[in-house]
């Protein structure tokens, strides 16, 4: 490089370093490059001064080798560190091309043997993140969009997008992988820009989102389309209304449901929910963020989180824009389509939709194909697997609507395969505490209304502990579906698939840990040792089987992690001759419920293990202990939508027993330690975690045993009625104990298994493994409870 290249490459740099604030992106993001293992050859896109600077300032802000620095062969031969794929453009306006291949590429891939360690990393510099639009001039002439971007475009961007300049860092290349001696030159050449062809093309889509068609270009093709003119002939046919009126109806249905992604209404939301997240969170952590950095560069990405507060979908949408990846289209409910609300979600991406619209087969169509619309385009969409937000904490049942509706458009095709990506949310604190409160202890819910909006602008005086994210495993719907599911069965079992890998990435935090103990307490009270050497006994058994679970745990010790709970004002400490007591008010004990609910499945397993041993004077033989758990555990891992793998009652009983929670006897039988002892109280507050869950899964085989046979429906209120009577009269804080809910999905579950048949006049008839469960049901369930069921039933 010349004097005069190498003053004005200094002068530009030292202008450019001044103006801009540029973000990384990529698996980088993750794996460092630069790990010894490879030598980087960097690949730029175009032929452009001002990327090469940026990638040079992001290269020294994270440790990777400057672009400008040699690549040295063993013998000593230099080469550039970096190329361009495309010619330079001549001229302001002009594009870049690619007419030849780049001269320095062709070096480095006839002298590979001279490089044997060196990978290519594209590199993808984008200035400014709108997906193109067709109405607005502005956006037209100085954002990122499909077309190469011109030399006005990056000198505008320099000054209005400094702080939006984004470099993304591609999956490496291998230069030995690349060359195969059987190919020739031309071919090896060929192939190599092909390759990064596409990985520039799909980090433009993993970023940016696809190239957007007008809106009325979108709603007109939606209305052609085969389902929706099949919808509006059948209701002409049906004689509902002339053909005319049924298209604008279907119009309106279309403009309703229409998301209007605006990206400055992004940035500005941005900017806003920095601040937010700053004024009430202390922290938010993300992990397993590198499981979906490369699928988005192959697939369509459907995020299905857990749902657990309206932050959900703002933190997720504001982590993906920080981290370089499309905001998603967000099925949203449209009781959030208030005014003023509603036209700001519309802009960050909401598309709206009713609750039900099985009752209007033209909106139907139209949402099912808007749906298609927005998947054919490769952009990604978010929402609920759950449907609506829990109350309980506890996971909800799958919807499956959108599930359903997700299958048949992959049957149509797809350009690009779909991959489902959970997303599981833990909060120390939750935003809506306080309604979720009423409602816990009855309350009807409360609609939406523009007043919370305002309300809510008093939660920035609030601390709200952490926020922790965390991707679960990518489910990759072609691979997924290629097991033997029959299409009928298969919206209910991916719902279901989805469900277990969010909580099996549940984030489990001090506030979590806490719950699961304190409210296993008679009085929701306990001494401060004992609750630190519950929560170490806990923290210990989860980390004995990490290598079977996503799980995030506290860095914290038990102590510490006491202590960070009372800080949060969760526990309140009484002071006491003996020592001091760590309790509840009456506020946070039900919500504390909620906290338990959420993670309560991580140690459903031993926890049952655990009751069937506690209790008992004689040894338990090891294979009627494992026969019983494969019986009964089944039907709490529904419930609780917890991982049931074969060998996991071996591997925790394992666990238990080097936690010395567990006793062998020489015969292989097992026991319980000493009452006197620390590790049988330990034992004792682990069973209690998912006892009321065995108590009411005991009601419902209690009610069915009774000589009286009933029916399904009898069956099913009779136990929700029983339930609550037990709640009420024992105190049970619970509030999910009695939910009609989780005993219909226990019965259909019963009736599915062949536990349970219906015989004459719809009257249920069971096997005799009813008798065998309610017989060892005697060790676990307390007397007092047991007789009072029967006095029921």
Known sequence: MGRAKKFGYWLSSRLIRAIIRPRIAGPALENPLEDGTHEIVYALENRSLSDLIVLDIIAAKNGLPSPLTPLVSPEGREERRFFFLNRASHGWFRRNTMTTYSNRMMRILAGSELYPNAALVPVAVFWGRAPSRERSIYRTFLTENWAVTSRFKRLANLFLSRKEILVYLGTELPLAELVDPRLSENRILRRTARLLRVQFRNQRVATMGPDFSHQRTMISQIIKSRAVRDAIAGEFDAGNDSEEKLEQHARRAAMSIFSHMSYPTIRVLERLLTWFWHRIYNGVNVNGWQRINHVAATHTLIYVPSHRSHVDYMLLSFLLFQRGLMIPHIAAGDNLNLPVLGSVLRRAGAFFMRRSFRDDPIYSAVFSEYLYQIYRRGHCVEFFPEGG????????????????????????????????????????????????LDELQGAEKQSESIGDLMRSLRLIKQN?????????????????????????????????????????????NPINLVALITLCTPRLAIDEQLLIDQVQCYLDLLTADGDHHDYSLPTMTATEVVAYVEQMRMLKREHEEFGDVLSHDPFSAVLMTWYRNNVTHTLALPSLMACLVVNRRRPLRQEAMFRLVNRVFPYVAAELHAVNQPDAPERWAQHLIDAQLLVVHPNGGFSAPPVSSRAHYRLYMLANLIRQTLERLYIVIGLLAQPNRLTRTELQVQSQQVAHKMSRIYGL?????????????????????????????????????????????????????????????
């Open 389 to 436: 937000r829990t109350r309980t904490g506890r996971l909800l049942p799958a919807r499956l609507g959108l599930l359903k509706m997700t299958l048949e458009h992959h049957e149509r095709g797809m350009p690009r395969p779909l991959a489902f990506v959970p997303v599981y949310f833990g909060y120390e604190k939750l935003i809506e505490a306080g309604s979720y």
């Open 464 to 508: 709200f502990g952490k926020v922790e994210v965390n991707f679960a495993e990518p489910l990759r719907l072609d691979e997924w579906l290629d097991t033997s599911i029959p299409p009928a069965e298969q919206a209910a079992e991916l719902g279901d698939e989805v469900l277990l890998r969010i909580n099996n990435s549940a984030a489990i």
């Open 733 to 793: 804080n619970a509030p999910e104990f009695f939910d009609a809910g989780l005993f219909d999905s226990f019965i259909d579950k019963l009736i599915a298994d062949g536990v349970v048949c219906a015989g004459n006049e719809g009257k249920l008839h069971y096997q005799p493994i009813v008798d065998e469960v309610l017989k060892a049901a005697e060790q676990v369930i307390d007397p007092e409870f047991r007789y009072a069921i029967l006095r029921e039933s």
